[in-house]
Nanobody
Framework: QVQLVESGGGLVQPGGSLRLSCTAS?????MGWYRQAPGKERELVAV???????DYSDSVKGRFTISREYTNNTAYLQMSSLKPEDTAVYYC?????????WGQGTQVTVSS
């Protein structure tokens, strides 16, 4: 019933910025972002519940900002001061009731 559509990934130099977006086909309680680098397990990046405050992993806190546009069922991840170690496939995730949904992923590559 619920689908997530992501956009905004790409190639950026260290210190640069990117903004990821994730649009859901329905209103969701929780939306957030995970990432997975080659050879590593998927890790939580940021999450924001409806009406709540955001949570971030220690590795991105102070550099990334998650926000939501509730009228459009959209979540954003503003990424600044990007580092090569941020290179990964970024996945949008969302939850409503007891169901969990995932986007297809978007590649972020940080390299000079």
């Amino acid at each position: 019933q619920v689908q997530l559509v992501e956009s905004g990934g790409g190639l950026v130099q260290p210190g640069g910025s990117l903004r990821l977006s994730c649009t859901a086909s329905a209103s969701l309680t929780v939306m957030g972002w995970y990432r997975q680098a080659p050879g590593k397990e998927r890790e939580l990046v940021a999450v924001l519940s409806t009406g709540g405050s955001p949570d971030y992993s220690d590795s991105v806190k102070g550099r990334f900002t998650i926000s939501r546009e509730y009228t459009n069922n959209t979540a954003y991840l503003q990424m600044s001061s990007l580092k090569p170690e941020d290179t990964a496939v970024y996945y949008c995730t969302a939850r409503r009731f007891l169901n969990e949904y995932w986007g297809q992923g978007t590649q972020v590559t940080v390299s000079s």
